[in-house]
């Protein structure tokens, strides 16, 4: 069983239950600005970093954040989504832990 489909049983919205091809999709949907963002293509391995991370694998993914257009953007909508991990906007999840906790 996936993830997605975990989250699906739990769910108590009765617009997921009664059609998961719908939520799936909304799941799955990615912001408008995804479409110009440097890092398409480039697999999530490159972008979604564990703890204890190699540091040459972060400056890699921060490297291509530092040519994208719509950095401001991916960071802004990573601030809003506590849940984002990895590398966004050029930041770390502990660098946005520490900037959402700066504005609180
Ligand atoms: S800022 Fe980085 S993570 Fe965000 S869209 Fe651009 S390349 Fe991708």
């Not at 939520?23 to 490159?46: F, V």
């Not at 972008?47 to 994208?68: D, E, H, L, Q, Y």
């Not at 950095?71 to 770390?92: I, R």
């Amino acid at each position: 069983m996936t993830d997605a489909e975990i989250v699906w049983m739990l769910s108590t919205d009765e617009s997921d239950q009664a059609d998961l091809g719908q939520w799936l999709a909304r799941l799955t949907r990615r912001p408008s600005w995804h479409t110009e963002a440097a890092c398409r293509g480039a697999g999530t391995d490159a972008f979604i970093i564990g703890r204890g991370c190699n540091a040459a694998v972060n400056a890699r993914a921060r490297a291509i954040c530092a040519g994208c257009t719509v950095s401001e953007q991916c960071l802004d909508y990573a601030l809003a989504d506590v849940d984002t991990m990895g590398v966004w906007g050029g930041t770390t999840g502990r660098q946005r832990r520490a900037m959402r906790a700066a504005v609180a």
